[in-house]
C-alpha cells in the first residue's frame, strides 16, 4: 500500500518525512524488512535503505535491463563491487539460483548490514568480502556523509583527507585489492556491477584481464566528470554502451553481441 501512496506527489515527501521522524524518535530503525521474497536488514535512517523499504525496489529500470540480459547467456559469476546492503547480490541470487556471487564491500557498517540479511536468509551461491577492487593493491582512507547524526552506507575512497570537513564526513581506513590478482576467468560468462563513488576507472583497471578474456555484462555508476575517461577506456578494449538508466548515471557496457530486441 505504501509503495502506491509513495507515487502521489502529496505523498512522496510526507510518507519518508514522518516515517524518518517515528524511527529516529523509537530509535528502532534498523530491522529487518520483507522485500520480495528476501529478509532484508535494513536502516530506515539512511537514504539508499529507506528507498528500498518504501519503494520495494532500487534502480529498476537498470537491473530489469541487466536480469533481461543474464537470462539470455549461461552466465556463471556476478561480481557485485560496492556491494552495499547487498540489494543486487540478494536479488540475483534470488533469479539465478546457480550464479556464483561474490561481493565486495568496504564500508563496515553497510558490510554489517549484508553479513545480518545473509545470514536471515538461504543463499548459499552468494561470498562477501570486506574489501575493495582498485588497480592496486594499498590500505586507503574513506569517507562517509554525515547528516543529521547518521552516517551514510555510502564510501568513497579518498587521496587527500586534509580537504575533508570532519563534521561532514566519517573517514575510515579500508583494504583495497586488484582484481586480476584475484580472479583468472577464462572464456567464461561475466557479470559485473561496479559502484564505488567515483573510483570507477581504477577498479575497470585493476581487472583489465579479466576484461580482455572473458565474455562481460558491466553495470557502472560513473560520475558525469569520469564518463569520457570510463568511456574511452572501455571503447578501447571494444566495449559499447548498450544501457542508460532513465534516473541514474547508471551504464551498461558489454563486449557480447546480444541479440537484439
Known amino acids: 500500500m505504501i509503495e502506491l501512496l509513495i507515487k502521489l506527489p502529496f505523498f512522496k515527501r510526507l510518507i519518508p518525512s514522518i516515517s524518518r521522524r517515528y524511527y529516529k524518535f523509537t530509535k528502532k530503525s ?4 520483507k ?7 535494513l536502516d530506515f535512517l539512511d537514504p539508499m535503505d529507506r ?3 518504501l ?3 532500487y534502480e529498476h529500470d537498470q537491473i ?3 536480469e533481461q540480459k543474464l537470462r539470455e547467456l549461461p552466465f556463471s559469476h556476478f561480481l557485485d563491487v560496492g556491494a552495499n546492503s547487498g540489494y543486487y547480490s540478494f536479488y540475483l541470487a534470488d533469479k539465478f539460483k546457480n550464479l556464483k556471487i561474490k561481493s565486495f564491500e568496504i564500508n563496515v557498517d553497510a558490510y554489517s548490514k549484508f553479513i545480518k540479511t545473509l545470514e536471515k536468509n538461504s543463499f548459499n551461491n552468494i561470498e562477501l568480502f570486506k574489501f575493495g577492487l582498485s588497480n592496486i593493491k594499498k590500505k586507503s582512507k574513506i569517507k562517509s556523509m554525515v547528516k543529521d547524526g547518521f552516517t551514510h552506507s555510502n564510501a568513497t575512497v579518498i587521496n587527500n583527507q586534509d ?5 561532514k564526513f566519517k573517514i575510515r581506513e579500508a ?16 557479470s559485473i556491477k561496479i559502484d564505488v563513488e567515483g573510483h570507477e576507472i581504477y577498479t575497470l583497471k585493476g581487472l583489465i584481464n579479466n576484461l580482455s578474456n572473458n565474455y562481460c555484462l558491466l553495470l557502472i555508476e560513473i560520475f558525469n566528470d569520469n564518463f569520457n575517461d570510463v568511456n574511452s577506456f572501455l571503447k578501447k578494449m571494444n566495449y559499447k554502451l548498450i544501457f542508460k538508466s532513465q534516473n541514474r548515471p547508471d551504464y551498461i557496457f558489454s563486449n557480447i553481441n546480444f541479440k537484439k530486441d
Open 35 to 41: 522485500i520480495g521474497n528476501i529478509e532484508y536488514y
Open 175 to 190: 583494504e583495497l585489492k586488484v582484481g586480476d590478482e584475484i580472479f583468472n576467468f577464462k572464456k567464461e560468462y561475466i
Open 163 to 167: 580537504s575533508i570537513d570532519t563534521k
Open 55 to 57: 519503494n520495494k525496489k
Open 51 to 53: 528507498l528500498l523499504i
Open 64 to 66: 530489469v535491463f541487466f
Open 30 to 33: 534498523r530491522k529487518y524488512f
